[in-house]
């Protein structure tokens, strides 16, 4: 199987920053698009940042021109760089991407992996 763990939240006052990392680990063939996922209290989970293999990168609205994310093929991992924070940024933030994986029979394509979450509080 494969891991997603995520790192690097916390809690922080408006206006500062915060950089989320997660790395893939495990029975990887081949990891396909990375992104970052958000589910605020009483709100549905959506997505953040999403980033293709070949570093193409899509982003909400909301966090467009504060958030950066990228991704470093080699190690299997993605970052989001968070800048300007504001209060309603709070959320777990997780970690997702596809791909395949070595089994004993072969690879298996199509695969969906998720991180367990990171919690990010900005306070006002």
């Known amino acids: 199987q494969v891991q997603l763990m995520e790192s690097g939240g916390g809690s922080v006052q408006a206006g500062g920053s915060l950089r989320l990392s997660c790395a893939a680990s495990g029975n990887i063939f081949s990891i396909g698009h990375m992104g970052w996922y958000r589910h605020a209290p009483g709100k549905h989970r959506e997505l953040v940042a999403l980033i293709t293999s070949g570093g193409r990168t899509t982003y909400t609205d909301s966090v467009e021109g504060r958030f950066t994310i990228a991704r470093d093929n080699a190690k299997n991992t993605v970052f989001l760089q968070m800048n300007r924070l504001k209060p309603e940024d709070t959320a777990v933030y997780f970690c997702?991407?596809?791909?395949?994986?070595?089994?004993?029979?072969?690879?298996?394509?199509?695969?969906?992996?998720w991180g367990k979450g990171t919690l990010v509080t900005v306070s006002s």
């Open positions: 997702n991407s596809d791909g395949s994986i070595v089994t004993g029979t072969g690879i298996q394509y199509g695969m969906d992996f």
